[in-house]
């Protein structure tokens, strides 16, 4: 089986029970096994089995419910969306227009008071018919098309409510006014309401106008993100430099940034030097100085400097466009809390239709003189005010809002989920190097011990062991390493212009050191459980050693020959935020811990550093997911923040894992929350603007339905027996279009929120 995950565009929805209807449709298909449709984003997203799935078979599952979905791969270009987009708001703008353009024609001459000042044309009912038939035929005709085939496949949406609402209210005018007799002989009131049908048409429509406009500000992250790609490169080939479309600049490619200008592609600095201003992808605005060697990332600003470059990653693997796909994908799936108002909203437009018929009944029965006319308003009123719309956009436009809002201060959240659990963490594990620490190390202290021999018979010196012999020695042993204090004791070396030895047989041995060959003889360079675990005596030195620990320093013991010859001291400094993020967080109630691969003694003194109580130290790699399940045992949602490649077991198991990284994938890929601008307060940010986002969530759930559970018996005339007051269905179809706009708007207000 080879599944893959597509998202494409749903045209014609506007609701939340669009999105159930549309999800069991997806989900029916033979293949499909995980169907998310958002309704802020108008986008479905579907993972399925290649082999038995195509495109015709979603886009046919969505046609048969009455939607739209554009699932060619042409289409998904972006400027071809934001272009389709853009055609959809300028008919609809008409549709409105035209629609209460000639409601309010149609009111001016039959509305009680001000239909004595309008021409006799317009207070001809066959006149108000025609222009009523206009706007129910062509503007209503999008609801139509949207109820037919849903009424033919046993469901029901807002288009359904609107649809029977407005046709029953159109479909009685034009009877008694193409048949004036019939009702005058029964009794009933002869008098037509086009204005009903038409200007609710209109207000609906203004509403969706209004909505979409405000959605579209929800997504403003991604333009932008989309905005700060360079256009051209100037890359050299064959001795010239010329300017070429970033989509033809190949890996590879070296290519020269002149001052001021965007940075086309990701790679490595191969000649010169520059301040780059980092701001737009990291969200640090402070610019950060490069030289050779150094990672420079795509659509960031080159400030000063003229350097070249080669290009290694380019199109969709550069970490701006990772950072376009993450951003997409959280604000494109669901938050736990929605499925609540997917749930009510499945069950809501059959309910809301029952109490219509209901509302009739009961007017129709009790209504008086008017009985016929009260049911039939009433009927209308409660049809159009029920609109689960509110419902459907209450988490979705929040999550966009929110996800999009991190991703400009470089917090990116890989799904609503994530988003959702943040602010419930009661509890953060810290990895210490990279993390708490700078991760970049220093050689503080080089002490060697004793000459080492190789046996009575020769009394020659092995090796040089001055200061620098020894760094000789640990440099040559830590060349094949990976780990971070390896790399301080190579540059190190680097620096005092040291020959390396040629080492044999090397090997890494996790959580402990490395250990190799050199000129026959056997070298260990690691910690103290190293020492341990091949009985090489440190009992000598063991205070001297605490002593360096005792002062936060890690200290890589030297054995040749099974003999402690000397110990390097290394240390980390720590990052400038670490101590006050630490005192942040245990002010909001958060529990603080730190892990690491460090002895206690000098975990301990780091920890005490940043006012961190409870350490985790000597843990090994491979037993950081085991701590990480430990503290879950104690009943609290953990966050683990680590640097998203050695952690990733640790960062998966947790509630919560923060990578604090560069966006490279396996960071992206293991993590939950990836911090790109490695400022450890980005931490107490990305939980605050958990926090912020679902406050906005639970209060547009609670107005979304605190509306329907007030106005609903509102519309059915509740109010009638005690104030003799009943809601206009025109009154109805303004508040409903209110509510979806109001709930958009509230959305945005996340974007006035500081981080």
């Not at 272009?83 to 035209?98: F, M, N, S, W």
């Not at 009927?379 to 509110?390: E, G, K, Q, R, S």
């Not at 190789?454 to 990976?482: C, M, R, T, V, Y």
């Not at 550093?609 to 790699?621: C, D, M, S, Y």
């Amino acid at each position: 089986m080879t599944e893959i995950k597509k998202t494409f565009a749903v045209k014609g929805m506007h609701c939340a029970s669009c999105v159930r209807v549309l999800e069991r449709a997806l989900q029916k298909i033979e293949g499909v096994s995980e169907a998310n449709v958002n309704l802020a984003t108008e986008k479905a997203t579907v993972i399925y089995d290649s082999t038995k799935v195509t495109n015709k078979h979603l886009a046919s599952a969505v046609a048969q419910v009455g939607y739209q979905a554009v699932v060619d791969d042409e289409m998904q270009h972006k400027d071809l969306e934001k272009k389709e987009k853009q055609k959809e708001l300028q008919v609809l703008k008409k549709k409105v227009a035209i629609s209460l353009f000639l409601g309010a024609l149609i009111l001016w001459g039959s509305f009680p008071g001000i239909m004595n000042t309008a021409p006799d044309l317009l207070k001809n009912f066959l006149v108000q018919l025609l222009l009523a038939s206009v706007v129910q035929f062509w503007p209503g005709l999008d609801f139509y098309k949207a109820t037919i085939p849903a009424l033919k496949h046993r469901t029901a949406n807002m288009d359904t409510l609107v649809a029977i609402g407005t046709t029953v209210a159109y479909g009685y005018s034009a009877f008694i006014t193409i048949f004036p007799k019939i009702p005058q002989a029964i009794g009933v009131d002869s008098s037509p309401y086009f204005d009903v049908a038409t200007i609710i048409i209109g207000l609906i429509l203004l509403g969706r106008y209004f909505e979409a406009k405000a959605k579209a500000g929800t997504s403003e992250a991604i333009k932008k993100l989309l905005g700060l790609q360079a256009k051209t490169a100037r890359v050299i080939r064959k001795g010239k430099e010329i300017d070429i479309p970033l989509a033809e600049v190949l890996v590879g490619d070296m290519i020269r940034v002149r001052p001021g200008e965007k940075i086309p592609v990701d790679g490595i600095i191969e000649e010169g030097n520059s301040s780059i201003d980092e701001s737009m992808v990291t969200g640090e605005s402070i610019p950060v100085d490069k030289t050779k060697g150094d990672y420079v990332i795509g659509a960031t600003i080159n400030k000063t400097g003229t350097f070249i470059y080669q290009a290694q990653k380019v199109g969709n693997e550069t970490m701006l466009a990772q950072i376009i796909r993450l951003v997409e994908e959280a604000q494109g799936s669901k938050a736990p809390i929605q499925r609540l108002a997917d749930l009510v909203s499945s069950y809501f437009v059959p309910v809301v239709i029952m109490l219509a018929f209901f509302t009739f009944a009961i007017w129709y029965i009790f209504g008086g003189e008017s009985a016929f006319l009260f049911a039939l308003l009433n009927t209308v009123a409660v049809l159009i005010i029920a609109c689960p719309c509110a419902m459907g956009l209450a988490t979705p436009t929040a999550i966009m809002v929110g996800t999009g809002k991190g991703a400009e201060q470089g917090i990116l959240i890989r799904d609503a989920q994530s988003l959702e659990i943040a602010h419930k963490i009661n509890a953060i594990i810290f990895d210490k190097t990279g993390t708490l620490t700078k991760g970049r190390p220093e050689i503080t202290e080089i002490i060697p011990f004793i000459p080492g021999r190789k046996d009575a018979q020769n009394p020659q010196p092995i090796f040089n062991l001055s200061q620098k012999g020894l760094l000789q020695i640990a440099a040559s042993i830590e060349k094949g390493s990976e780990h971070s204090l390896a790399d301080a004791i190579v540059k190190k070396a680097e620096e005092q212009q040291l020959t390396l030895n040629k080492v044999e047989n090397f090997k890494a041995i996790t959580g402990f050191g490395v250990s190799g060959t050199i000129d026959e003889e056997e070298v260990l360079l690691g910690n103290r459980k190293l020492m341990q675990r091949e009985n090489i005596l440190i009992a000598d030195h063991l205070k001297e050693i605490e002593n360096l620990e005792d002062d936060g320093k890690t200290v890589m013991l030297l054995a040749v020959e099974k003999r402690l010859v000397g110990l390097i001291a290394v240390a980390d400094l720590l990052k400038e935020t670490a101590k006050e993020t630490v005192k942040t967080l245990q002010k909001k109630g958060i529990e603080t811990l730190m892990i690491t691969g460090d002895n206690p003694r000098t975990a301990n003194a780091i920890a005490a550093k940043v006012g961190i109580r409870r350490v985790l130290a000597e843990v090994l790699p491979d037993q950081k997911e085991a701590e990480v399940r430990k503290i879950q045992s104690e009943g609290k949602k953990v966050a683990m923040v680590g640097d998203g490649i050695n952690d990733a077991p640790a960062l998966a198991a947790a509630d919560i894992g923060i990578a604090m990284g560069t966006g490279t994938d396996v960071a992206i890929e293991a993590a939950d929350i990836t911090l790109i601008n490695k400022d450890l307060q980005t931490v107490v940010s990305a939980i605050e603007l958990s926090k912020k986002t679902m406050r906005i969530i639970k209060l547009n759930l609670f107005w979304a339905f605190a509306y329907n559970i007030i106005l609903i018996p509102v519309a059915m005339g509740i109010l009638y027996p005690f104030f003799h007051l009943l809601l206009n269905p025109i009154f109805a179809s303004l508040a409903m279009a209110t509510s979806s706009i109001s709930v958009v708007t509230n959305s945005l207000l996340l974007k006035r929120y500081k981080i």
